[in-house]
Antibody, heavy 119, light 111 residues
Framework: QVHLVESGGGLVKPGGSLRLSCAASGFNLSDHRMTWFRQSPGKGLEWISSIAYGVTSIIYADSVKGRFTISRDNAKTSLYLQMNSLRAEDTAVYYC????????????WGQGTLVTVSS | QSALTQPASVSGSPGQSITFSCTGTTSDVGTYNLVSWYQQHPGKVPKLIIYEGSKRPSGVSLRFSGSKSGNTASLTVSGLQAEDEATYYCCSYGGVTAHVAFGGGTKLTVL
């Protein structure tokens, strides 16, 4: 069975940092582009960042550019999201998702991890 | 990244057919045949229900169908059922620069 499992969420103060992890199982992480989405309470899905097989292609949404860093460790079959300078508006459930580049679909999603930015 | 335009909500009665619209631009929906649709029930993970504009992944009900005309993609749900009540998101490849174009979601209410 293929799975993605996020971890690392929690409560953090404004201006603080947090590192999210996404562990992949049942498939070869190195064969896929990976992404992070988030969903604020009661709001729609927001794409945050994508990373290609290596680190040659990384893209960020304007809302997180300069503050968030996506990375991957194919050997450890994990995806990461380093979040710095967090703001209240970053409060959301964060999902990692596998991107099928052939048809540009997000065909596998994790269950999400909640990040709350509050003083 | 760019945003696709979706109506905030639609409603229908059981058995009816409902069509959702998703309007983009020539930079995304109008150029690429890479529109996908996702269904998300409250508290659940998004589920892919349509890809490449009109294809259904294995296991997705035949009641879901997709199409595209110009810069607008559409999702039709026929024979509405209570279980279809969810939020539906459209997505398109946005080219090298924008990468992902995502809609704000349409909440479907089954009356």
């Amino acid at each position: 069975q293929v799975h993605l499992v996020e971890s690392g969420g929690g409560l953090v103060k404004p201006g603080g940092s947090l590192r999210l992890s996404c562990a992949a199982s049942g498939f070869n992480l190195s064969d896929h582009r990976m992404t992070w989405f988030r969903q604020s309470p009661g709001k729609g899905l927001e794409w945050i960042s994508s990373i290609a097989y290596g680190v040659t292609s990384i893209i960020y949404a304007d809302s997180v550019k300069g503050r968030f860093t996506i990375s991957r460790d194919n050997a450890k079959t994990s995806l990461y999201l380093q979040m710095n300078s967090l703001r209240a508006e970053d409060t959301a459930v964060y999902y990692c998702a596998r991107l099928n580049w052939d048809d540009f679909t997000f065909d596998l999603w994790g269950q999400g991890t909640l990040v709350t930015v509050s003083s | 990244q760019s945003a696709l335009t979706q109506p905030a909500s639609v409603s229908g009665s059981p058995g009816q057919s409902i069509t959702f619209s998703c309007t983009g631009t020539t930079s995304d929906v109008g150029t690429y045949n890479l529109v996908s649709w996702y269904q998300q029930h409250p508290g659940k993970v998004p589920k892919l229900i349509i890809y490449e504009g009109s294809k259904r992944p294995s296991g997705v009900s035949l009641r879901f169908s997709g199409s595209k005309s110009g810069n607008t993609a559409s999702l039709t749900v026929s024979g509405l059922q209570a279980e279809d009540e969810a939020t539906y998101y459209c997505c398109s490849y946005g080219g090298v620069t924008a990468h992902v174009a995502f809609g704000g979601g349409t909440k479907l209410t089954v009356l």
